[in-house]
């Protein structure tokens, strides 16, 4: 019989699920929730409220469109951190309540392992997967790390970030240029016509493999400062040459200890993943460096570099194929490590 998997992800605003048979996906099911939009940020406890409204649905929907019946879900997977709390206490407590009814397993995911094995999600059985060892360059909304994947669980953090986030660096930067929430993906679309070398900003100097983006920061809010002070149109009148400027920053941030650490590991091949693996620069970015090391580049497709429940399902899956399941008494938890 096959073992099919179902998973589900609610740690922050997308409530998804999805359905993984002996490895291969048959769907990946997401409800975002635009109620945050008019805060600028997402509302912790609007959120637990819209995943409360959205999982049956949505995980019904899964099932479905993978042409399954719920008798037929081996076990399921489910974000266990980190994240906002009250998200996760919905999709923690959903698959409880299910796998009871349905006298099948739960499996906890790390929902930073399920990022690093989205690189796994096949569609196809011939679709193309990394070899261990490889190097993980996670960048979103809540982390920035550099991580040496030596197995489905052995997984290293070489490098994370001291402070803000890259997607925080898009995000807040975006925020004072006016633009809506979130922010990366409005720069992403303007920078594609600015040009990246009329403004510097500042980068960091920190020893190691260890990421900054907050002296960024500070160095944008300085150029809008003094800019503004000489006309106050100018974050209209440079909207592109600003996003250019800032998204070429944070690429050479992030590629500067790419580069170290493959030189550190001597890894073959590269992948990235979160959110910020959406960005078209970063994707051309990380792709021509791969090719000019010699080294294969893994570039998430972008439905898979946000939170989907896919990437949950696979962790899901190989923890099951080791009997990796979890008791009832597991809660969940807002922040941890790899
Ligand atoms: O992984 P993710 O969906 O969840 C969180 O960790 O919150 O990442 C969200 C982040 C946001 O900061 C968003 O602005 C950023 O990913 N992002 C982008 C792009 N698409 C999403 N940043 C730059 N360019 C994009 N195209």
Do not use: W
Not at 44 to 54: C, G, I, K, V
Not at 90 to 95: E, K, M, P, Q, Y
Not at 213 to 221: I, P, Q
Not at 305 to 332: R, W
């Amino acid at each position: 019989m096959a073992i099919n998997i179902l998973g589900i992800e609610s740690s922050c605003d997308d409530t998804s699920a999805a359905v993984i048979s002996d490895g291969i996906l048959l769907s990946n099911v997401i409800a975002s929730q635009q109620v945050h939009e008019e805060y600028g940020g997402v509302v912790p406890e609007l959120a637990s409220r819209a995943h409360q409204q959205n999982i049956v649905p949505v995980v019904d929907a899964a099932i479905r469109r993978a042409g399954l019946d719920r008798r037929d879900i081996s076990a399921i997977a489910f974000t266990r951190g980190p994240g906002l709390i009250g998200s996760l206490l919905v999709g923690t407590s959903f698959a409880k309540g299910m796998s009871l009814g349905l006298r099948i397993p739960i499996i906890d995911v790390n929902h930073l392992h399920g990022h690093v094995l989205s690189h796994f999600v096949r569609e196809k059985a011939d679709d193309r997967v990394p070899e261990f060892p490889f190097l993980c360059l996670l960048i979103s909304g809540g982390n920035s790390q550099l991580i040496l994947v030596r197995s489905y669980n052995d997984m290293e953090i070489l490098g994370r970030t001291i402070d803000d986030a890259a997607g925080e660096a898009f995000d807040k930067c975006a925020k004072v240029m006016g633009l809506p929430y979130p922010g990366g993906p409005h720069i992403d679309r303007l920078a594609a016509e600015g040009d990246p070398k009329r403004f510097k900003f500042a980068k960091p100097h920190i020893p190691g493999l260890d990421y900054s983006f907050s002296g960024l920061k500070t160095s944008f809010l300085y150029t809008l400062r003094d800019g503004l002070k000489a006309d106050p149109g100018f974050i209209e009148a440079n909207r592109a040459d600003l996003a250019a400027s800032l998204q070429a920053t944070i690429i050479d941030i992030l590629l500067d200890k790419l580069a170290k650490a493959v030189k550190q590991t001597g890894v073959r091949a590269v992948a990235i993943g979160g959110g910020v693996s959406a960005n078209s620069g970063v994707r051309a970015a990380v792709a021509e460096f791969c090719e000019r090391h010699g080294l294969e580049a893994f570039i998430p497709q972008r439905k898979f570099t946000t939170d989907n429940a896919a990437m949950v399902a696979m962790a899901g899956y190989f923890k099951y194929l080791d009997k990796q399941y979890c008791d009832y008494e597991s809660a969940p938890y807002a922040r941890v490590e790899i």
